[in-house]
């Protein structure tokens, strides 16, 4: 099944107008400058704001349209959504927390293994290490058995060898999904190793371009580069 | 801004303080609330014939009592009953207690139909009876009054959980005629009253009298005014004015 | 010395409470988080009895719970018994004047929590009900136990409004600020004096567990 997003909304600085869609077991990575509006367009597939204008739609399912004024609420898409900032809830053990809206709780011991915080579980995200709690948020995420999986930059806060070990464990596991995952981050090596698709969003819009300037450091005409520091490739877009 | 008020504030103080001399003036009178009707024209009367201005505090007996205990500076106290005023003789705080009033306990009920009754009695029995204020037998002199007439008629204990207690007979009249009781035992001055007067009552005769006592307080610094004005109080005028408002 | 009108009081104040712990809850649930036109308006009609003088306020109570009432009148028609200078009546009295000490403390720990919290509710497929229950209440316990404590202190405390819509019934409405005071009035102060004396250790425990939990938080 396709995840079809088609939506425009005026935001302060800009008009945020984008199209693209994703096919199950697809990763489609969403990345640009910070402040360009990737993280509107995910918390607008998860139904956490509301576009102005146009549809999303995945499968035969109808989450968004404007001009029939459907508009469903979050607990009702079924997506699974990993915040930048892992929001664990507090209160509760890591297990816990990863059963919060399980399916099948037997699904939870398998994620928390997979995952490798199974010893973890009883105690709370306080007391664990910030790689260990996106570990859980994606398990938390996953246990939900979701239809579409959001991912917005889960791994920017975390150090650099974590994060390329988290990385690559989500690459190893991409290929076991059923599902879309829109993935968004601003690390174009990160985005490079994942994606099925890359999809570039520069000020609301989708920006083929910008990978090409970016990558081999060209100025746009008339824009300063406000682009990430990666050594020089030798790959093209 | 801030020198508008510092002025308004020295005018205002600048104004105000001799009024207040003025006003302290005059005798300084503690008297039981149920008596304010026939105090005011007394008052007012007074003055008119000897230029002695008289202000008075009105509260419960027992809060005056408590206020004078603890050094308030009245010149007479006008209470409902004769105990208070005794026992201020007894401690030295004041002089021979004189009656200066005795009050009446009615039976008094916002709506006219409650009298259509005999007596008091068969209308405290009637159906439909829901609650009867009273002022609290332990601390009301009207109350201790309303008291013994229920229980001489045998109604004490019949009447029990219907009767609410009301901390004053002002309080009775209150609940009386805002109508959140049927009926309240009150004073005859209430119902003399303009207010009383809308609704009806019963005498009840089983009620005794209501002796209400007043007495010089010894610390006054008016005594010749003081004793003037008690003088008034047991004249034949003021007899005639108290028993307009259904006092004897 | 009257026990009875300490267990009143303490009925009472049990009474207001749990009341006001169920009933406020929902409301400063929707003050913290909803956002609609003349939420200014409802909230400062909510404070109300807060700024208003005891008196004023027994005085409309009489009014409205009186058998005439717009709440009396129903009560009675529905029940047979009135409102007013029933135990019923003074403990609606009792959590209307207390509503203000209530919401407030309980809609400030809501709005300390993280909305990210109440997003990932969401669209983990949480009602906004189920929300409440299970994300809101459990990490604002400190406000909800301020909100018990300061309510509890506020009803033994209750004078005015009580003296005024209770009729002083030993035993079902007198509680033990009206008994002190009566005690007073009747000239018996060694009973005002052993009552008063009673009250220190109940507020000063309370007290105390409002200040550890005021620290906690």
């Known amino acids: 099944m396709t995840l079809q997003v088609s939506v425009g909304k005026r935001l302060k600085f800009f008009d945020l107008e984008v199209s693209f869609t994703c096919e199950d077991k697809d990763m489609l990575v969403m990345i640009g400058p910070s402040g360009g509006g990737k993280t509107t367009i995910v918390r607008m597939i998860a139904g956490l704001e509301t576009p102005d204008e146009g549809r999303i739609v995945y499968g035969d399912e109808v989450w968004f349209d404007a001009s029939r004024r459907i508009n469903l609420p979050p607990r009702k898409r079924k997506v699974g959504y990993v915040f930048q900032d892992y929001t664990l809830f507090p209160h509760l053990s890591l297990y816990r927390n990863a059963a919060f809206a399980a399916v099948d709780k037997r699904d939870v011991d398998g994620l928390l293994t997979l995952f490798g915080i199974d010893h973890l579980r009883?105690?709370?995200?306080?007391?664990?290490?910030?790689?260990?709690r996106q570990r859980c948020a994606i398990c938390q995420a996953l246990a939900r058995r979701p239809r579409v999986m959001l991912l917005d930059e889960p791994f920017s806060a975390l150090d650099v060898v974590t994060r390329r070990s988290l990385r690559e464990e989500l690459r190893a596991m991409k290929s076991g999904l059923s599902f879309p995952v829109v993935y968004v981050t601003h690390d174009i090596q990160e985005a490079l190793f994942l994606a099925d698709e890359i999809l570039p969003i520069v000020e609301g819009k989708v920006d083929r371009d910008w990978m090409r300037r970016t990558i081999t450091r060209e100025p746009a005409p008339g824009t300063a580069p406000r682009a990430v520091r990666e050594p020089r490739l030798s790959l093209v877009y | 801004m801030r020198k508008s008020i510092a002025v308004l504030a020295v005018l205002l103080f600048v104004v105000v303080t001799p009024l207040c001399a003025a006003a302290q003036e005059g005798l300084r009178v503690a008297v039981a609330a149920n008596y304010i009707q026939a105090f005011k024209e007394l008052a007012a009367t007074f003055e008119k014939e000897t230029?002695?201005?008289?202000?008075?505090?009105?509260?419960?007996?027992?809060?005056?009592?408590?206020?004078?205990?603890?050094?308030?500076?009245?010149?007479?106290?006008?209470?409902?009953?004769?105990?208070?005023?005794?026992?201020?003789?007894q401690s030295g705080e004041a002089g021979e207690p004189f009656v200066y009033a005795r009050g009446r306990v009615i039976l008094w009920s916002a709506k006219k139909d409650f009298c259509d009754a005999g007596d008091w009695r068969e209308a405290l029995k009637r159906e439909g009876i829901k609650k009867i204020a009273m002022a609290n037998p332990?601390?009301?002199?009207?109350?201790?009054?309303?008291?013994?007439?229920?229980?001489?008629?045998?109604?004490?204990?019949l009447l029990g959980p219907k009767i609410v207690n009301a901390q004053d007979i002002a309080q009775t009249f209150q609940y009386a005629s805002t109508e959140a009781v049927d009926a309240g035992l009150c004073a005859l001055s209430a119902g003399r009253s303009e207010k009383g007067k809308a609704g009806c009552f019963f005498e009840v005769n089983e009620a005794p009298d209501i002796v209400q006592a007043a007495c010089i307080l010894k610390k006054t610094g008016k005594r010749e005014q003081a004793?003037?004005?008690?003088?008034?109080?047991?004249?034949?005028?003021?007899?005639?004015i108290r028993e307009k408002y259904g006092y004897r | 010395m009257e026990w009875q009108a300490f267990y009143v009081t303490l009925k009472l104040a049990a009474t207001a409470t749990a009341v006001l712990m169920v009933v406020a809850a929902p409301i400063a649930c929707v003050l913290a988080y909803a956002r609609f036109p003349g939420k200014s308006l409802v909230e400062a009609l909510l404070y109300l009895p807060m700024a208003l003088p005891p008196t004023v306020l027994g005085f409309y109570f009489i009014m409205v719970l009186g058998p005439r009432g717009i709440a009396g009148r129903p009560w009675e028609t529905l029940t047979g018994q009135p409102l007013l200078f029933t135990f019923t009546g003074i403990a609606l009295a009792s959590v209307l004047y207390s509503v203000p000490f209530a919401i407030q403390p309980m809609k400030?720990?809501?709005?300390?929590?993280?909305?990210?919290l109440l997003e990932s509710a969401s669209v983990l497929g949480l009602s906004p009900?189920?929300?409440?229950?299970?994300?809101?209440?459990?990490?604002?316990?400190?406000?909800?136990?301020?909100?018990?404590?300061?309510?509890?202190?506020?009803?033994?405390?209750?004078?005015?409004?009580?003296?005024?819509v209770g009729g002083s019934i030993p035993g079902v409405t007198k509680v033990a600020s009206i008994a002190i005071y009566e005690a007073v009035e009747a000239m018996d102060y060694r009973a005002a004096h052993l009552m008063s004396l009673c009250f220190l250790p109940i507020s000063y425990v309370f007290l105390l567990i409002a200040n550890k939990l005021g620290e906690e938080s």
């Not at chain 1, 009883?122 to 260990?132: F, I, L, M």
């Not at chain 2, 332990?138 to 204990?157: N, Q």
């Not at chain 2, 004793?227 to 005639?240: C, D, N, T, V, W």
Request: no cysteine; net charge positive.
């Open chain 1, 122 to 132: 009883d105690r709370k995200p306080d007391k664990v290490s910030g790689g260990e």
């Open chain 2, 51 to 89: 230029g002695i201005k008289v202000e008075a505090t009105y509260s419960s007996s027992g809060n005056l009592f408590s206020q004078i205990n603890g050094g308030a500076p009245y010149d007479l106290f006008l209470s409902a009953d004769e105990l208070r005023p005794r026992r201020l003789q």
């Open chain 2, 138 to 157: 332990e601390i009301a002199p009207y109350g201790m009054a309303a008291k013994t007439a229920l229980v001489k008629a045998g109604l004490w204990e």
């Open chain 2, 227 to 240: 004793e003037r004005f008690a003088g008034f109080l047991m004249s034949p005028e003021a007899r005639k």
């Open chain 3, 108 to 116: 400030a720990a809501f709005r300390k929590i993280d909305r990210r």
């Open chain 3, 129 to 164: 009900a189920a929300a409440f229950v299970r994300v809101v209440l459990p990490n604002s316990i400190g406000g909800i136990i301020a909100a018990a404590v300061l309510v509890f202190l506020h009803t033994i405390g209750a004078f005015g409004v009580l003296i005024m």
